[in-house]
């Protein structure tokens, strides 16, 4: 806990804290949009922001969304590779899905984008305050005070009325209970351990070139899932992604020496390294007094895949645009501040909410079973995971709920129950913060209800 007397003061009208994907959004934005004095900060130096462990697949939409940002994306240095198919394998290695992807998925060279978000973000007026690491936070008179360390430095205080949060899954401030409630933190089954390396591989087989491979099996990743992602010239990005109520018992780097780099006879490390992701339903609000939360702060990553690049970007963009009307307007209670969560909810929440259904499936699902799911065609996780819109998912969900209901196995016929009050709940998601308390009390029993009801333990 921080002492909070004797400091030097200064003031910003927005205080982002964490420069990755999120917090660079979010503070080009929130400066784009008018505010005079925002300040990012990151615990790493400047020249190490953008190095950040990740499987590096995005959507080619949000590259043209930046380029029309004026954010200088050169294919050359930034886009590694263009994917033109994706490929969902079953426990038994045989490919159950083929989805042509091209002009829809690129694989990024991750530290160029992450620089490339920071330069733009800084030309554009903002001050970045990097090797300085956030402590602790307080409310007081209606603003919030941010104690921060730079290395070498005596620790200083911020004042602002408004922080937003992108600093990522070990977020203080939604850990901390005077502002979020104790259901917001992951529990253990709610976030994945991932290990990956990029690697040369020489003569690398036909079947990994300019694909995205994502195999599945509970007995390998426990409801995790391994992948492929092409780089060109002979590269992969290739990892594992297992529970973190797992590790104990699984360890990743043995995963991957068993099941993904046993597959190369010969090949060369470029990078390698480890790191979580959440995957649970998204939090109930990303707002309190004085705060929004973006990004892997906020939980706010596709549960079923991990990819977090999309909401991190433009959840982060939105996050900036409102904090600064609303600083503006000086009004930035939790009240004032809703319009975020409204705007998230429909954007990613509905969908993220559905999937999350699936996560917990997949969880709980011994390989003869999926393996029987995937290959007679009633599981199609492919179709699943490339529905991007809600109206899609939903169809797509209600119609294997008609199928499913006939099937004798929980797992499958509860889940349209469950799928249906999800819907229902996210459709009347709350419009000011009173109704917020029972909202998410339902909403999180659901998960729980149909995590019991299907709990597999082999
Ligand atoms: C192995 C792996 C593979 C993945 N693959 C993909 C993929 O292929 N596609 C995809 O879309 N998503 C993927 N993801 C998820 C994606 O990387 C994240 O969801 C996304 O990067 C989150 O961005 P962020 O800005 O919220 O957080 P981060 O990128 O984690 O940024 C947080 C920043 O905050 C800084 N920070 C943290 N704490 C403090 C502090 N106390 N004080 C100051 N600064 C602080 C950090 O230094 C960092 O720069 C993957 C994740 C992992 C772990």
């Known amino acids: 806990m921080y002492k909070w007397f004797g400091m030097m003061k200064s003031n910003y ?6 420069a990755g994907t999120a917090g660079t ?3 080009f934005a929130a400066k784009e949009e008018g505010l005079e004095n925002v300040l990012l900060i990151d615990r790493k130096s400047r020249e190490n922001i953008g190095r950040k ?4 697949g995005i959507g080619t939409k949000h590259m043209t969304f930046l380029q029309e940002q004026g954010f200088p994306i050169k294919e050359q ?3 590694k590779n263009k994917i033109a198919l994706a490929k969902i394998v079953a426990p038994n290695s045989k490919v159950v899905s083929r989805i042509p992807v091209l002009g829809h998925l690129v694989i990024l060279n991750r530290y160029q984008f992450g620089q490339t978000l920071l330069e733009r973000t800084l030309a554009e007026g903002v001050t970045l305050m990097d090797k300085t690491t956030f402590s602790d936070i307080k409310r007081e008179n209606g603003e919030v005070k941010i104690a921060l360390t730079k290395a070498g430095h005596k620790s200083e205080v911020i004042t602002t009325p408004l922080v937003i949060d992108a600093s990522g ?6 850990e901390n209970p005077h502002f979020f409630a104790p259901e917001n933190s992951l529990a253990d089954d709610e976030q994945y351990y991932c290990y990956r390396e990029i690697a040369k591989i020489p003569s690398l087989p036909f079947k990994y070139r300019q694909t995205a491979i994502f195999e599945f099996s509970f007995e390998r990743t426990r409801g995790g899932y391994l992948w492929f992602f092409s780089r060109g010239n002979g590269e992969l990005n290739m990892g594992c992604g297992i529970p973190k109520s797992w590790i104990n018992q699984i360890n990743p780097k043995e995963v991957f020496q068993r099941y993904i780099a046993s597959r190369f006879k010969k090949y060369q490390t470029l990078d390698a390294g480890g790191g979580f992701v959440p995957t649970r339903q998204p939090i109930p609000s990303f707002v309190k007094d004085n705060i929004i939360l973006v990004g892997d702060a906020g939980t706010l990553v596709n549960p079923i895949h991990g ?6 970007l433009n959840g982060g963009f939105l996050a900036g645009k409102i904090a600064a009307q609303k ?4 009004a930035v209670t939790e009240a004032d501040l809703w319009p975020y969560n409204i705007k998230i909810v429909e954007r990613y929440c509905q969908r993220y909410a559905i999937l999350d259904l699936y996560r917990i499936l997949l969880q709980n699902i011994p390989d003869e079973e999926l393996l029987q799911a995937l290959e007679k065609g009633y599981f199609p996780l492919g179709k699943i995971f490339y529905a991007r819109k809600y109206e899609k998912l939903l ?4 119609k294997l709920g008609e199928q499913w209901a006939q099937l004798p196995d929980p797992r499958f016929n509860l889940l349209p129950e469950y799928l249906e009050s999800i819907h229902t709940l996210t459709s009347n998601y709350p419009t000011t913060p009173t109704e917020l308390d029972s909202w998410a009390t339902k909403y999180r029993s659901i998960y729980r209800s149909y995590q019991q009801k299907v709990q597999f333990t082999p």
Do not use: F, M, Q, Y
Request: with cysteine; aromatic share 0%.
């Open 53 to 56: 462990i990740c499987g590096d």
């Open 327 to 330: 600083i503006t307007e000086e």
């Open 25 to 27: 959004l979010a503070a």
């Open 77 to 79: 240095s930034v886009i």
């Open 169 to 174: 899954i070990n977020s203080k401030i939604r």
């Open 307 to 312: 990819g977090g690049l999309s909401p991190s």
């Open 395 to 398: 169809a797509l969900s209600r």
């Open 13 to 18: 009208d927005l205080v982002v804290i964490g």
